[in-house]
């Protein structure tokens, strides 16, 4: 059984950092797209990060240059660095892992952390 179990949310003022987790397991790791999305209160979910199974990653524009994603396989964690938090970054934000690739809505969703960044 999938299982995505993420950690790393709080509340930070703006321009400041945090690093979300994803600890994964129940899955051969290194083989899936893993990634990154959020959603915020009346939005429509948005993709933030992903990374596929050769180590390539896609960033969504609104976050290029300040958001890093990595993989550690040994840990089967996947990590966010968020820098130059903006409060537009204030989200519930989900790690995703999906067999089939990158580019389709993943099948394995974690609980969700919440972000909030304030002005």
């Known amino acids: 059984q999938v299982q995505l179990v993420e950690s790393g949310g709080g509340s930070v003022q703006a321009g400041g950092s945090l690093r979300l987790s994803c600890i994964a397991s129940g899955y051969t790791y290194s083989r899936y797209c893993m990634g990154w999305f959020r959603q915020a209160p009346g939005k429509e979910r948005e993709r933030v990060a992903v990374i596929d199974n050769i180590g390539s990653t896609i960033y969504a524009d609104s976050v290029k240059g300040r958001f890093t994603l990595s993989k550690d396989n040994a840990k089967n964690t996947l990590l966010l660095q968020m820098n130059s938090l903006k409060p537009e970054d204030t989200a519930i934000y989900y790690c995703?892992?999906?067999?089939?690739?990158?580019?389709?809505?993943?099948?394995?969703w974690g609980q969700g952390t919440q972000v909030t960044v304030s002005s």
């Open positions: 995703a892992a999906d067999w089939r690739g990158c580019s389709i809505t993943p099948a394995y």
